[in-house]
């Protein structure tokens, strides 16, 4: 019965998550979907990369949390147009979240869309929210096995971030076992060994994701 009920809120999800790709699509927008563990950066990386490329691309943002909106405090800094989540205490977004939060965001006037998903490797694997590309990001103090810990989520990327390189001498991980773990889950996903703190690395992440949303257009 507990599976039945699971499948039936899968099923529902993905229904309003076709419904949002389709605004997306018919609204010429890129929508992304950042996941990641707490601590692993998100925000930082999302500030990066709103700095990057507000001056080439309409830009909006909708951030997911559990109770606070210290994250969308940030990215409203940058004047980046920005739509808050509180999921109460949910350890994930979902499609119908995000179609609520859509009524808030004039996607007739952006380009790209990126969704900070609540910090979490497991849930957020599971909801198609309607996005287009789903990027993890990994920290490297999170160490070297997470694709194997959390396979879903890295199978599912397009691309992964592996931020906070600037801080590799105070661990014990080699960026060259990190890229084999993700490519033993995902072969085709893109890495980007990156420090959003200092800025090293970001412009190859700033090049990748700008050339689809062009091609979104």
Not at 144 to 156: H, L, S, T, V
């Amino acid at each position: 019965m507990e599976v039945k009920v699971v499948e039936r809120i899968l099923k529902v999800n993905d229904a309003v998550a076709r419904a949002n790709r389709s605004r997306f699509d018919a609204a010429g927008v890129l929508a992304v979907n950042i996941i990641g563990s707490p601590g692993a950066g998100k925000t930082t990386v999302l500030e990066r990369t709103v700095e990057g490329l507000k001056g080439r691309f309409a830009l909006a943002c909708i951030e997911g949390d559990p109770y606070t909106t210290r994250d969308a405090e940030r990215i409203a800094a940058l004047d980046c147009p920005v739509v808050q989540i509180n999921t109460q205490g949910g350890c994930h977004l979902d499609a119908s979240l995000v179609s609520q939060a859509l009524e808030q965001v004039d996607l007739g006037a952006a380009d790209l869309l990126l969704i900070e998903n609540v910090g979490n490797l497991l849930c957020p694997s599971q909801y198609d929210l309607g996005e287009h590309l789903t990027v993890v990001v990994l920290s490297v103090t999170e160490g070297a096995d997470k694709p194997e810990k959390y396979p879903a989520a890295f199978q599912r990327a397009r691309a992964v971030i592996v931020n906070k390189i600037d801080a590799l001498a105070l661990t014990d991980v080699d960026l060259d076992d990190v890229s084999a773990s993700i490519r033993r889950f995902n072969p085709q996903a893109e890495i980007f060994p990156l420090s959003a703190r200092t800025g090293e690395g970001v412009e190859a992440w700033l090049q990748w994701l700008g050339a689809r949303v062009r091609a979104a257009r």
